[in-house]
């Protein structure tokens, strides 16, 4: 009698630790909902439509979000486009073409590229990418939001390799094997028949690494300039939504209109890594095999 | 799924770590409460300046534990506010509204001048540019200007780089030179007076301002511009004397900011600091102290 109830309470103790998160994630939204709401009724949400991000300012401070907004949008798409050819391609060496020796060698070390603190790869951007970035285009500063995009890419292409690699081990076996009796070589096979049956773990492994890239801050924060400005040139340097939290929370009065900016700036990151990632685990569920 | 149980391995790693790293740091925490322990925050640039007085001033008390971070005046004089340090550093004065809040918490705050700083404008060794007013630096961070030949420089973009709001620098460099209006948004904010250092000594348009201790340190990494009061005055380097006379148009007061009912060891370390030793150690440092 004395061992069932031990054991209900061990039970109940583990349900409780596993359900410690989602307890988090609602006490985050509110907490962080909370703080910013005030900023709907002074100043109003008009003014986080403005294109003028001046937090600091003896003149009129502005809180527009739109220089912000599109600061990340740039370094996140651009992320992406040098993410998803090399992350994917990776994943399908690996899982294909790959010898099994070959294959032990490979995914250690993309595992541990994703091991590999932000800051230091910010460190590593600062002081070898920027000056490279710089000779390479011919520019008057190496502190761009190209720069920012390649040490992005370099983050989010381990996530988006293992996950593919997945998808793309657990298409069955008989499709292959039909392709390839059919005649098909083996390269043919791998575009016709195995990418499009693994492309939708493919799919979520990138929207998975966009969520990655778009909460990525460190890194950012170092080689991206900084200035907010409206662009969608590559070689402008951008301020991002993660690097302005980062910079300015620091230094903010508790309860001022800049700390309630933030928190909006803050919203929007949220709903946006939150929606990617329910949208990534929606995709993985219904197309999972295996 | 072979990963994703990889994974699992290195999260539980982690978690053992951070449930590791509260149980180390009670300890350090517990060895630090044998001695006394004092906390003092802010501005950046006085940093350095800072940590040397701490270390002389617990080389001769031994008693004494002084733990010294940055973060930017602005995160001190907070941390001032909230009661998180005893002392905080500041580059510029506390606004009158701070003053106010750190009353409505019970802190009532007092201000000592410890040292004074020259802000140096450095460009690029390559820019041809040796000399500007105080205008044409007005006109150039706040994006007026943009070509480096409006101000007697070469056919080139003008790169500016600024440190972040949070810096007292910032704030004192907008308020003191560009007569609060607002910087460019093109003004390039970076997060450390290394990183400024760095991009101006690596790109050839740009310009940045740094404390002038940065700036000797720098050496040639950097250019220093003389400084102009308007356009008809005599350019003037800057230097201890220059700053001391008041010649440098660009120099302001450092603070050292504590409350009013300190106790006997932050005082002690603030008499210290005005101390001829204390004093010595500004000069050390590469600042102006605040008595001849």
Not at chain 2, 32 to 49: N, P, R, Y
């Amino acid at each position: 009698m004395k061992r069932i109830r031990k054991e209900k309470i061990i039970e109940r103790s583990l349900q409780w630790t596993a359900s410690l998160s989602i307890v988090i994630v609602i006490c985050i939204f509110v907490f962080i909902f909370k703080e910013a709401v005030p900023f709907a009724k002074h100043p109003g949400l008009g003014e986080l439509f403005g294109t003028r991000w001046v937090p600091v300012s003896p003149q009129k401070e502005s809180f527009g979000l739109v220089p912000l907004i599109s600061g990340s949008v740039v370094v996140t798409v651009l992320a992406m486009l040098l993410t998803i050819p090399f992350g994917v391609g990776a994943a399908v060496y690996i899982s294909e073409l790959a010898a099994p020796a070959e294959r032990e060698i490979l995914k250690p070390f993309i595992e541990v590229l994703a091991g590999i603190p932000s800051v230091v790869i910010g460190f590593f951007g600062l002081m070898v990418l920027v000056p490279l970035v710089k000779r390479c285009f011919g520019l008057g500063t190496g502190l761009t939001a190209f720069a920012g995009a390649v040490l992005l890419a370099l983050m989010a292409i381990p996530t988006v390799t293992s996950i593919s690699e997945d998808a793309l081990r657990s298409v069955p076996r008989s499709y292959k094997e039909a392709s390839l009796a059919l005649g098909a070589s083996r390269i043919r096979t791998i575009w016709r028949v195995t990418v499009p049956a693994a492309l939708p773990g493919i799919m979520a492994a990138v929207m998975l690494g966009t969520g990655r890239v778009i909460g990525e801050t460190m890194a950012v924060m170092m080689v991206t300039g900084n200035a907010a400005i409206i662009t969608f040139w590559p070689f402008d340097s951008v301020r991002t939504m993660t690097a302005t939290i980062a910079a300015e929370m620091g230094e903010v009065a508790f309860g001022s209109e800049h700390y309630r900016a933030l928190f909006c700036v803050g919203i929007i990151l949220l709903v946006v890594t939150f929606a990617l990632n329910l949208a990534a685990q929606k995709v993985l569920r219904r197309y999972r095999m295996g | 799924m072979r990963i994703i149980s990889g994974q699992t391995g290195v999260t539980a790693r982690a978690v053992f770590i951070g449930m590791m790293v509260p149980v180390v740091l009670s300890g350090i925490v517990v060895r630090a409460g044998e001695k006394k322990l004092i906390t003092i925050k802010g501005s950046d640039t006085m940093v350095h300046l800072v940590s040397n007085w701490a270390e002389e001033f617990m080389k001769r008390d031994p008693n004494m534990e002084l733990g010294v971070t940055g973060g930017g005046s602005g995160t001190g004089i907070a941390a001032m506010i909230n009661g998180t340090t005893e002392i905080c550093a500041s580059s510029r004065e506390m606004k009158e509204k701070e003053k106010q809040q750190a009353k409505e918490k019970g802190v009532e705050v007092k201000e000592v001048v410890v040292a004074r700083d020259g802000l140096a404008v450095v460009v690029n060794p390559k820019n041809s540019v040796k000399e500007l007013d105080m205008q044409q630096i007005a006109q150039i961070f706040t994006g007026a200007y943009t070509r480096w030949n409006q101000v007697g420089g070469g056919d080139e973009e003008i790169l500016v780089f600024s440190r972040e709001s949070s810096s007292g620098t910032y704030v004192f460099f907008q308020e003191h030179v560009m007569k609060n209006k607002d910087y460019t948004p093109k003004a390039k904010l970076m997060a450390a007076t290394s990183v400024i250092i760095e991009s101006v000594s690596a790109d050839k348009g740009a310009i940045g301002y740094v404390g002038l201790g940065y700036a000797m340190a720098a050496g040639d990494k950097v250019k220093i511009v003389a400084v102009k009061a308007d356009a008809n005055s005599p350019a003037v380097m800057p230097s201890d004397d220059t700053v001391t006379s008041g010649r440098y148009s660009i120099a302001r007061p450092l603070y050292l900011y504590v409350s009013a009912k300190a106790t006997e060891d932050v005082s002690a370390f603030v008499d210290f600091c005005l101390s001829d030793a204390g004093q010595a150690i500004v000069r050390e440092s590469g600042y102006v102290t605040v008595k001849k």
